[in-house]
């Protein structure tokens, strides 16, 4: 064995005997001994003296690709994890293994997959423990009694001071941080692009409207900004599904999506129904936009009520309301302040701004309630409207 490896390094003097060997090896085809023996070792060194080292790391990554990383069992200590609203498999999985409950994304879709009623999981928060198996994993979000309830409706049509209320009686976060925390509405996530105008007016950066009605799963130890985007989140989310913003751009010329965002707020107020929705959004755009309303004002009574509210101040009804209510030259809601109100009046439901997004046509310029179902006659004219008026003092409602 020693001559042999010998002959590879030195070759001088070794009389006939080396030079035998020599001829032996070209023979037969042998010259590329030399290269072979050094793979040789290599392979050996990688395969029995590596095998503890970087050969193993590297086998272990191939493993990883072929077999789906998982741990086993129900887990350890408890850990809370929160699904967002809109969340696919795909979401959920990431969320899971950033929390440390699965070894891999990999580990829980597979287990969603498998398991039709995955599609039943719903936002929220959920109590899971670290280092479960995918299968554990989608099990516990399928017992409700792993889901924190902790929800609270925000009805439609509730103003940001009405919606402050409500989540600090549900919280018993005070009023007071969530005014703070709503006075940057671009903190909170509202794109800048949303407080555009067309007519020209100032834009006052407010929260109303944005805050969309819903009912809310609030995080465990959410705070007043926390709970305020996660509404802002669901309010992008709910336009960006109905394409709001593009179809007013393209449907509604010389209005913006702001500016729409308003009228849908009005509707909300005004509107007796849900069917009635979109023909009052079709008389604020009438009264506003088309210049046939003799003012060229709103003249609705829910933005002086809002005026009052806003200031602190009792709100009326349209009887109790008087002539300085209803004409305050120091009241940017004036209903007889020519062009649109500064800002939304409330916080408006889906249905509302589907109206103002694409409204009935016609040309009405009045409407009135004419029964206690909430149902309401549209006029194109004063005369047209009088007799409806008189239709309603018949039923009783005015």
């Keep these: 064995m020693m001559d042999d490896l010998d002959l590879g390094f030195d070759e001088q003097g070794r009389g006939d005997k080396g030079k035998h060997r020599r001829g032996l090896r070209k023979s037969s085809g042998r010259s590329g001994g030399r290269g072979k023996t050094a793979l040789a070792l290599v392979l050996a060194f990688l395969l029995l003296g590596g095998i503890g080292g970087g050969a193993y790391y590297g086998f272990d990554r191939i493993q990883n690709y072929l077999v789906t990383p998982d741990y086993d069992g129900t887990g350890t200590e408890e850990v809370t994890v929160e699904i967002k609203q809109g969340a696919l498999l795909a979401d959920m999985a990431v ?3 950033d929390a440390g409950v699965v070894k891999s994304t990999k580990a829980f879709i597979e287990a969603a997959e498998e398991n039709s009623r995955s599609r039943n999981i719903q936002p929220g928060t959920y109590t899971l423990r670290l280092q479960m198996s995918g299968e ?19 009805p439609e049509g509730r103003t940001a001071k009405q919606v402050y209320k409500l989540l600090s009686d549900h919280t018993e976060i005070p009023v007071e941080e969530f005014e703070a925390a709503a006075k940057d509405p671009l ?36 705070d007043a900004e926390a709970i305020l985007k996660l509404m802002v989140d669901n309010f992008l989310t709910v336009t960006g599904e109905m394409k709001f913003a593009d179809v007013v751009q393209t449907e509604r010329q010389g209005i913006s999506p702001y500016e729409a965002l308003i009228v849908a707020s009005l509707a ?107 149902n309401s006659a549209f006029a194109e004219t004063y005369e047209q409207h009088l007799r409806n008026e008189a239709k309603a003092r018949e039923a009783g409602i005015i």
Aim: contains cysteine; charged residues 25%.
């Design 95 to 97: 969320a899971l293994h």
């Design 136 to 154: 554990n994993a989608l099990a516990a979000m399928l017992d409700p009694k792993n889901r924190v309830v902790n929800g609270v409706t925000i």
């Design 187 to 222: 903190e909170l996530g509202v794109p800048d692009w949303w407080f555009k105008r067309e007519d020209g007016r100032k834009v006052d950066k407010s929260i109303e409207g944005f805050l969309y009605p819903d009912t809310y799963e609030i995080p465990p130890k959410a």
């Design 268 to 374: 909300q107020a005004e509107a007796g129904n849900k069917k009635d929705l979109g023909k009052v959004a079709r008389v604020a755009y009438n009264r506003v936009y088309k210049g046939n309303f003799p003012c060229g004002c709103l003249e609705m009574d829910v933005t002086v009520n809002y005026y009052l509210e806003r200031t602190g101040q009792e709100t009326k009804t349209s009887g109790q309301m008087t002539q300085s209510d209803l004409d305050n030259p120091k009241n940017p809601y004036n209903r007889k302040l020519r062009g649109m109100v500064p800002t939304p009046i409330n916080n408006p439901g889906r249905d509302a701004m589907q109206g103002a997004m694409d409204p009935p046509q016609g040309d009405w310029l009045f409407f009135v309630a004419i029964d206690k179902e909430g």
